[in-house]
T-cell receptor
């Protein structure tokens, strides 16, 4: 099956700096890649997603890039704020698997004021 | 629009007991999937239902089961609980008509502790 690796496991940045989280996947048939933010005691919240026919997508301070050839995708957060502190998960799914997502192990982002 | 609602939020059970968790999807969403989240194994897919039919399942023992009702609400059941079943159980809903590429939205989860 699919294997999604995520790094770093922890990331500490100063407020206002950028943060980058990277994921690699193993199944070349994977075609949909969402990112989730999980705050303590809450469920994961979708923050951005990208499909395999697109190389980059931006939403205000958040962007995701996808390199299908290398099978990796990255989350970029610019101008980080303390409220960005949370655990971030990447995920991948392939066709005909009916919402079966494979998740990375998570990155704990700490934004220091 | 209300989000995904899961009940109960917290529960403690004894080894050998069984537990039923409930999930109400976002209005209009017909697909419900369940995930288990633990510190050691991360987020793992349990199963997915659409229009009362299980369309996919993960690699969990038969003690884990689920069902979906005609109003799209779903329940999952774990029988003969083991200590290792202690986890956050997350329900996610999506419009789900497609076999792939559906955006899923998670609820807040049900925290299960087995003692």
């Amino acid at each position: 099956g699919e294997n999604v690796e995520q790094h770093p496991s922890t990331l500490s940045v100063q407020e206002g700096d950028s943060a980058v989280i990277k994921c690699t996947y193993s199944d070349s048939a994977s075609n949909y890649f969402p990112w989730y933010k999980q705050e303590l005691g809450k469920g994961p919240q979708l923050i951005i997603d990208i499909r395999s026919n697109v190389g980059e997508k931006k939403d205000q301070r958040i962007a995701v890039t996808l390199n299908k050839t290398a099978k990796h995708f990255s989350l970029h957060i610019t101008e980080t704020q303390p409220e960005d502190s949370a655990v971030y998960f990447c995920a991948a799914s392939r066709g005909n698997n009916f919402n079966k997502f494979y998740f990375g192990s998570g990155t704990k982002l700490n934004v220091k004021p | 629009k209300a989000g995904v609602t899961q009940t109960p939020r917290y529960l403690i059970k004894t080894r050998g007991q069984q537990v039923t968790l409930s999930c109400s999807p976002i209005s209009g969403h017909r697909s419900v999937s369940w995930y288990q989240q633990t510190p050691g194994q991360g987020l793992q897919f349990l199963f997915e239902y659409f229009s009362e039919t299980q369309r996919n399942k993960g690699n969990f023992p038969g003690r884990f089961s689920g069902r979906q009702f005609s109003n799209s609400r779903s329940e999952m059941n774990v029988s003969t609980l083991e200590l290792g079943d202690s986890a956050l159980y997350l329900c996610a809903s999506s419009l789900g008509a497609s076999s792939s590429g559906n955006t899923i939205y998670f609820g807040e989860g049900s925290w299960l502790t087995v003692v």
